[in-house]
């Protein structure tokens, strides 16, 4: 098992401390006792059938589950349309005005939408692209930064019934070609730039250079945001027939636009994710089972109230941002905040600031930017009021106790519950987690799977354990349809280690009181800072460096990260290993994949360790890398290698 050993030993020395619902947080809760875990275990299909008439749906479907693994169609029949659901249904009473989204821009700048007016901004959008030819079926692409035309952008999609395809902004043009080709997306939406840091990012340049030469892109709509203010005209250099600038498009369109009445098994969206080959994946998701699961979570692990003003500090780029910055909390008839920069920009109080002046209720980021905090000091989050919060919530990899109890402590004023959400773009919503005025928590684990989930920790075989593989053994709402054109891949990634059951990727143990501890990831996955990144896909950007002979890629731990990344490099006859040559590499890996993929190491060798066979020993590397003592090198072609190495890292600092 590759599950992080160091992970595992704070587990076993932290599964004593406990910490209750406080008793005026669980009075008021919206689920306040165990009755849906009841529910769910006497009848887990009703269940997840009550939880979808929280929806709209234009048609009631005849059959709640159709599971013939590994594809499963759940409210069969039924059709609703998530723009509805996030929008239109809103609008009949009082709501209709008020926020749906709140946002704040890196340098200060300020909006607002209530639900009407995002629902007509939307509305018009999606006439736009049905002007420009896009109809349900049809694949958009999305690269655009943290404003409140991505959640738009996506709304219309789901409107008119097209399938957003959203590609993180800090991704290279390389990996935006590549998701574009993969999903043969004919309309892309896009800005001039986005902020970051007091920097612009080029969004524009980025996009024509991603889209250079691909025929399949028919139409490109670009929101004017951030030019250089040296007039670079490279930001927004418009292509005439095939650039639209979104207010001339928005503008001219009408703010009425019927929303397709969708099968439930439509396609919603398309989410590109990492796994162990060279190759993201296309992870789709459809429509009637992901409302239902992320409207269930949002209204209940966030433990949302009319009156709440909700933050979840994820990229829309990612799965945390459709799930529960758009489809969730907006089905839910939410507040959302929403802010576009970094948290240290201009200061380190940034997040602080924004929670004072927006009332923010409800906080929801990652462990990697609560070492951040934690690491730059409490005096930052101690010049802000930050007493309007009262939940707190965590994802994206496992977190640390002592992080778990700084942010209880510092952020929550020791008062706030705090919820360790476990799930994945695959899961689509949230499946192992607290529900804050019921569960007893634990810092470090992320409890028990929410009600109507069934999840175990297996071992190879397929028989429960104590410490061992972390499965989800029924089908649920929000899972993954398939893997965009590979079906293959769909089965042998997920369904091949056992019969009809989920495999996550994940290691994880159990406690006495049946609670779950994710230890990691046991496949060639990295998490940097809640980022996933695939190693194969950083070996090959490493090995396409025309320096380069052969390269491995390895994780190491870091402190705030979480994971760093370590490469390890032979290169080719005639190339001499220099400072130069190391920031050439990262920057290389930079520019194929994106910033979040470079290199924190690189280190020059003349041979990789390998077994006699020819593997590539990973594990003795990430030793090396972590300066752990060596583990059995028996197996290996040249022992010497590995001691070689060793010596010269430590060399190396
Ligand atoms: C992987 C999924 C789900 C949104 C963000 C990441 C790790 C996620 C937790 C948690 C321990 C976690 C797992 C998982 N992970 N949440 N609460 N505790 N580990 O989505 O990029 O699909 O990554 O993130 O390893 O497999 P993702």
């Given at each position: 098992?590759?599950?992080?050993?160091?992970?595992?030993?704070?587990?076993?020395?932290?599964?004593?401390?406990?910490?209750?619902?406080?008793?005026?947080?669980?009075?008021?809760?919206?689920?306040?006792?165990?009755?849906?875990?009841?529910?769910?275990?006497?009848?887990?299909?009703?269940f997840w059938e009550e939880r979808a008439r929280e929806l709209d749906w234009f048609e009631e479907w005849d059959e709640v589950l159709n599971w013939d693994p590994p594809h499963a169609e759940w409210f069969v029949g039924g059709r609703l349309n998530a723009a509805h659901?996030?929008?239109?249904?809103?609008?009949?009473?009082?709501?209709?005005?008020?926020?749906?989204?709140?946002?704040?821009?890196?340098?200060?700048?300020?909006?607002?939408?209530?639900?009407?007016?995002?629902?007509?901004?939307?509305?018009?959008?999606?006439?736009?692209?049905?002007?420009?030819?896009?109809?349900?079926?049809?694949?958009?692409?999305?690269?655009?930064?943290?404003?409140?035309?991505?959640?738009?952008?996506?709304?219309?999609?789901?409107?008119?019934?097209?399938?957003?395809?959203?590609?993180?902004?800090?991704?290279?043009?390389?990996?935006?070609?590549?998701?574009?080709?993969?999903?043969?997306?004919?309309?892309?939406?896009?800005?001039?730039?986005?902020?970051?840091?007091?920097?612009?990012?080029?969004?524009?340049?980025?996009?024509?250079?991603?889209?250079?030469?691909?025929?399949?892109?028919?139409?490109?709509?670009?929101?004017?945001?951030?030019?250089?203010?040296?007039?670079?005209?490279?930001?927004?250099?418009?292509?005439?027939?095939?650039?639209?600038?979104?207010?001339?498009?928005?503008?001219?369109?009408?703010?009425?636009?019927?929303?397709?009445?969708?099968?439930?098994?439509?396609?919603?969206?398309?989410?590109?994710?990492s796994g162990t080959t060279g190759k993201p994946k296309g992870v789709m998701h459809t429509t009637g089972g992901y409302m239902t699961q992320v409207q269930a979570t949002t209204e209940w692990v966030f433990d949302l109230k009319e009156e709440d003003v909700y933050w979840c500090t994820a990229d829309v780029g990612w799965v945390t941002g459709h799930s529960y910055i758009v489809y969730g909390p907006l089905a839910?008839?939410?507040?959302?905040?929403?802010?576009?920069?970094?948290?240290?920009?201009?200061?380190?109080?940034?997040?602080?600031?924004?929670?004072?002046?927006?009332?923010?209720?409800?906080?929801?980021?990652?462990?990697?930017?609560?070492?951040?905090?934690?690491?730059?000091?409490?005096?930052?989050?101690?010049?802000?009021?930050?007493?309007?919060?009262?939940?707190?919530?965590?994802?994206?990899?496992?977190?640390?106790?002592?992080?778990?109890?700084?942010?209880?402590?510092?952020?929550?004023?020791?008062?706030?519950?705090?919820?360790?959400?476990?799930?994945?773009?695959?899961?689509?919503?949230?499946?192992?987690?607290?529900?804050?005025?019921?569960?007893?928590?634990?810092?470090?684990?992320?409890?028990?799977?929410?009600?109507?989930?069934?999840?175990?920790?297996?071992?190879?075989?397929?028989?429960?354990?104590?410490?061992?593989?972390?499965?989800?053994?029924?089908?649920?709402?929000?899972?993954?349809?398939?893997?965009?054109?590979?079906?293959?891949?769909?089965?042998?990634?997920?369904?091949?280690?056992?019969?009809?059951?989920?495999?996550?990727?994940?290691?994880?143990?159990?406690?006495?009181?049946?609670?779950?501890?994710?230890?990691?990831?046991?496949?060639?996955?990295?998490?940097?800072?809640?980022?996933?990144?695939?190693?194969?896909?950083?070996?090959?950007?490493?090995?396409?460096?025309?320096?380069?002979?052969?390269?491995?890629?390895?994780?190491?731990?870091?402190?705030?990260?979480?994971?760093?990344?370590?490469?390890?490099?032979?290169?080719?006859?005639?190339?001499?290993?220099?400072?130069?040559?190391?920031?050439?590499?990262?920057?290389?890996?930079?520019?194929?994949?994106?910033?979040?993929?470079?290199?924190?190491?690189?280190?020059?060798?003349?041979?990789?360790?390998?077994?006699?066979?020819?593997?590539?020993?990973?594990?003795?590397?990430?030793?090396?890398?972590?300066?752990?003592?060596?583990?059995?090198?028996?197996?290996?072609?040249?022992?010497?290698?590995?001691?070689?190495?060793?010596?010269?890292?430590?060399?190396?600092?």
């Amino acid at each position: 098992m590759a599950a992080s050993p160091r992970r595992e030993i704070d587990v076993l020395l932290h599964e004593g401390r406990r910490v209750e619902p406080p008793e005026d947080f669980r009075r008021e809760a919206r689920v306040s006792d165990r009755t849906p875990y009841r529910r769910a275990g006497e009848d887990r299909l009703a269940f997840w059938e009550e939880r979808a008439r929280e929806l709209d749906w234009f048609e009631e479907w005849d059959e709640v589950l159709n599971w013939d693994p590994p594809h499963a169609e759940w409210f069969v029949g039924g059709r609703l349309n998530a723009a509805h659901n996030c929008l239109d249904r809103h609008l009949d009473g009082w709501r209709a005005n008020k926020a749906a989204l709140i946002w704040e821009g890196e340098p200060g700048d300020r909006r607002t939408y209530t639900y009407r007016e995002l629902h007509r901004e939307v509305s018009r959008l999606a006439n736009g692209m049905k002007e420009m030819g896009v109809e349900k079926g049809d694949r958009v692409a999305i690269y655009l930064p943290m404003i409140p035309e991505a959640a738009v952008a996506m709304l219309a999609c789901a409107r008119i019934g097209a399938v957003h395809s959203v590609v993180f902004g800090g991704f290279s043009p390389g990996s935006l070609r590549s998701r574009i080709q993969d999903a043969g997306a004919e309309l892309l939406i896009t800005a001039t730039g986005g902020y970051r840091r007091g920097n612009v990012l080029r969004l524009k340049r980025d996009a024509d250079e991603a889209i250079e030469g691909l025929d399949v892109v028919e139409n490109v709509i670009v929101v004017r945001r951030g030019f250089s203010a040296e007039g670079d005209e490279t930001f927004a250099r418009m292509q005439e027939g095939r650039d639209h600038w979104y207010e001339d498009v928005v503008g001219e369109a009408s703010p009425k636009c019927p929303a397709e009445p969708m099968a439930s098994e439509d396609l919603l969206y398309i989410l590109y994710t990492s796994g162990t080959t060279g190759k993201p994946k296309g992870v789709m998701h459809t429509t009637g089972g992901y409302m239902t699961q992320v409207q269930a979570t949002t209204e209940w692990v966030f433990d949302l109230k009319e009156e709440d003003v909700y933050w979840c500090t994820a990229d829309v780029g990612w799965v945390t941002g459709h799930s529960y910055i758009v489809y969730g909390p907006l089905a839910a008839g939410a507040t959302v905040f929403m802010y576009e920069g970094a948290p240290d920009w201009p200061e380190r109080d940034r997040f602080w600031e924004l929670v004072e002046r927006y009332g923010v209720s409800i906080l929801y980021t990652a462990p990697t930017a609560i070492r951040a905090f934690m690491k730059w000091g409490e005096e930052w989050p101690e010049k802000h009021d930050l007493s309007s919060l009262r939940l707190l919530g965590t994802v994206g990899e496992p977190i640390n106790p002592e992080a778990w109890e700084w942010y209880r402590e510092h952020i929550g004023g020791g008062e706030c519950p705090i919820v360790d959400t476990w799930w994945q773009t695959e899961t689509g919503g949230i499946m192992i987690t607290p529900l804050p005025g019921v569960t007893t928590t634990k810092p470090g684990s992320a409890t028990e799977p929410f009600p109507g989930i069934e999840a175990a920790i297996l071992d190879d075989d397929g028989n429960e354990a104590e410490s061992g593989y972390l499965a989800i053994t029924e089908p649920w709402p929000s899972m993954l349809r398939g893997v965009w054109g590979d079906e293959e891949r769909f089965r042998e990634t997920y369904w091949s280690k056992w019969d009809d059951t989920y495999f996550p990727g994940d290691g994880a143990r159990v406690d006495g009181d049946g609670d779950f501890w994710i230890l990691g990831r046991v496949d060639d996955v990295l998490n940097v800072a809640g980022h996933r990144i695939g190693t194969m896909e950083v070996e090959s950007a490493v090995v396409d460096h025309p320096a380069t002979a052969e390269a491995a890629v390895v994780g190491r731990k870091d402190e705030v990260k979480g994971e760093a990344i370590a490469a390890f490099v032979s290169l080719k006859e005639g190339y001499e290993a220099s400072d130069g040559l190391q920031e050439e590499i990262r920057e290389h890996v930079g520019q194929e994949i994106g910033a979040i993929a470079k290199p924190a190491d690189v280190i020059f060798t003349a041979d990789l360790p390998k077994t006699r066979s020819g593997k590539i020993m990973r594990r003795l590397l990430k030793d090396i890398a972590e300066g752990e003592a060596l583990g059995d090198t028996t197996t290996l072609a040249d022992p010497d290698v590995v001691e070689r190495l060793k010596q010269k890292y430590e060399e190396g600092g």
